[in-house]
């Protein structure tokens, strides 16, 4: 479910791979180093490593993952470099970057209320 | 505060048309774009147009090296604008980057378009994405969206993101419908999803488009389509299958399978349901425009009753019932991106008129966009939706009125 593509078009232009162009860079993700592509977005670089589940539904308590991937429809928040419900899809990567899922289940456990829900 | 004399929602092919035909007069413009890659759909575009390619990315480099010629043109990515105010002399506008707000004398909104959900049980699994998804993945980012997927749902843009996918090596199980709905649920049904099909048929293979006049025949089109084997007809690098439609999609922590059953000429679901296995699901249910800015700044709207055709009333230059607040691209409605660009091109010639104070102004200009725009709807190589032509009359006949009674 994973990779990076290289898209050759029968008898037309051919696009190529993206990682030839872009550098390599290390960001962390839920506090264990990854690598991904300098200036994509972060949802892109966690995908095409296998990670697919970006997150949690606060009500719910289901797995989350991109879905319009151009930032129309906030499925796939987190929390990037401090702040809560950036969009992974538009966030681009960058050397040191923190990223983190919000709302894991053994943290919707400890609030008030949630066994009414 | 800064000031500009224009300021750009969108940096599509709409957004940066105008930008550079404003920017070639020596306007200060700046364009705003809440994606960090200025281009909007542009990006992921690619397909054979007659005897050429449309590569969108191209397409977007050539109009922001045009942009870079001309230095009163400035983009800002990366920056949402979540509001707009009208003060006496222009704009106030607000944007997500936590910095002062912008003031422009002129607005134009260049927000595009977005896709309308397709919600099956199991659509919020993670590896269930819309179609556009699928294309921004493969083709601008170059990442796999799975090793083999399904599309859910007829129209334009799955064929297009179909025979994409197939280019870059992505397998599919096919192209087939939403779920017919439950008793009583008004809406979608199969007979409307099929009805598309006449319409999309120039993309089919050569041997099956003289069946696009039967398929025009509702007596016809149920009997080609049930009789469709199950497997469905190669179109686009993939097979189509009319017949068979996605009831659910299953999974623990991301999508391992689909649940299919197969559809009678009625549209109603018959014999047993069984699953395919597939890593990714793509929905394609249509796009509709993003209309909220000018709505929010005030100008008249055209809506519709599930918000599916919901525009700002607009002129022939772009303009708005609102002075200085101008739109382009397919806030007006869902058209291709050759069609955007000349829309851009229009809206710069009602902004010139505006911040000169010349209403009359630049005419041959607006005669000459004016049959841009209509070769480029000629030569459209999709048709999203054939509804658009009738509703753009409308709307535009609306705002004459509105505009000679105000
Ligand atoms: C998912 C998808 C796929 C498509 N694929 C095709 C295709 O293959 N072929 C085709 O011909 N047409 C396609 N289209 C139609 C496409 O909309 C047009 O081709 C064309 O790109 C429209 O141009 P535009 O400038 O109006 O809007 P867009 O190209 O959509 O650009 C709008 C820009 O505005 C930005 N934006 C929106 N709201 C805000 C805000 N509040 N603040 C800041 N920025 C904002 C967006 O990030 C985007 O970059 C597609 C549309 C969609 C939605
Ligand atoms: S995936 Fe829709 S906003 Fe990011």
């Known amino acids: ?91 681009p990567v960058r050397e040191g970057l923190a990223v983190s899922r919000q709302s894991k289940p053994v943290d919707l456990e400890m609030q008030d209320g949630m066994d009414q829900v | 505060m800064s000031q500009t004399d224009v300021l750009v929602v969108g940096a599509g092919p709409a957004g940066l048309t105008a930008a550079q035909e404003l920017g070639r007069r020596g306007i200060r413009v700046t364009v705003i774009d809440e994606y960090p890659t200025a281009g909007g759909r542009l990006l ?37 604008v979540s509001g707009l105010e009208r003060r006496d002399k222009g704009w ?79 397998d599919l199980a096919g192209i087939v419908m ?9 809406g979608w049904t199969v007979e409307e999803e ?53 009831l659910a999609i299953e999974g623990d922590a991301a999508v391992s399978a689909v649940v299919l059953q197969r559809l009678n000429g009625h549209g109603n679901l018959v014999g047993e349901p069984w699953r395919e296995a597939v890593d990714f699901v793509c929905t394609s249910g249509g796009l509709r425009p993003i209309p909220d800015l000018a709505a929010a700044a005030g100008a008249a709207m055209h809506y519709s009753w599930d918000g599916r055709y919901d525009v700002p009333l607009f002129g022939p230059c772009g303009d708005t019932t609102v002075p200085g607040l101008y739109v382009a691209g397919n806030i007006l409605g869902i058209e291709g991106a050759a069609v955007a660009m000349a829309q851009g091109q229009l809206a710069s010639v009602g902004i010139l008129r505006h911040l000169l104070g010349k209403p009359d102004g630049f005419g041959p200009e607006a005669d000459q966009f004016a049959l841009q725009l209509a070769e480029a709807r000629r030569h459209a190589p999709l048709v999203f939706d054939p509804a658009w032509a009738a509703i753009h009359e409308k709307v535009m006949a609306d705002f004459q009125r509105e505009t000679r009674e105000g």
């Open chain 2, 178 to 186: 939403p779920p017919p709905p439950r008793n009583g649920m008004p």
């Open chain 2, 194 to 246: 099929w009805r598309k099909m006449a319409h999309l048929a120039h993309l089919a293979p050569t041997w099956m488009r003289p069946l696009s006049s039967l398929l025009r025949r509702a007596g016809w089109r149920r009997r080609l389509l049930a009789g469709a084997p199950q497997a469905g007809v190669a179109v686009a690098g993939t097979r189509l299958r009319p017949n068979v439609a996605a």
């Open chain 2, 44 to 80: 992921g575009q690619l397909y054979q147009a007659g005897d050429h390619w449309w590569v969108g990315r191209q397409v977007a480099e050539q109009l922001l090296s045009d942009i870079s010629g001309h230095p009163a043109v400035r983009l800002r990515l990366g920056t949402s």
């Open chain 1, 1 to 91: 479910m994973s990779g990076r593509l290289t898209i050759r078009i029968p008898g037309g232009p051919d696009l190529g791979p993206q990682a030839e162009t872009l550098r390599q860079v290390t960001f962390s993700f839920d506090g264990q180093p990854v690598v991904g592509l300098e200036g994509e977005p972060v949802a892109m670089s966690l995908w095409a490593l296998g990670y697919r589940a970006l997150g949690w539904n606060e009500e719910s308590g289901r797995q989350r993952g991109l879905y319009c991937a151009i930032g129309h429809c906030f499925e796939c928040r987190m929390t990037i470099d401090g702040q809560r419900d950036q969009r992974a899809c538009c966030y």
């Open chain 2, 92 to 170: 106030v506008v607000e944007d997500t980057s936590g910095g002062e707000p912008a003031m422009a004398r002129a607005v134009l909104l260049a927000t595009g378009a977005a896709e309308i959900p397709i919600a099956i049980p199991g659509w919020t699994l993670p590896g269930v994405m819309t179609v556009g998804a699928a294309q921004v993945m493969a083709n601008v980012h170059r990442v796999r969206p799975g090793q083999r997927g399904v599309i859910v749902g007829l129209g334009a843009l799955s064929f297009a993101v179909a025979q994409e996918l197939r280019w870059a090596g992505v």
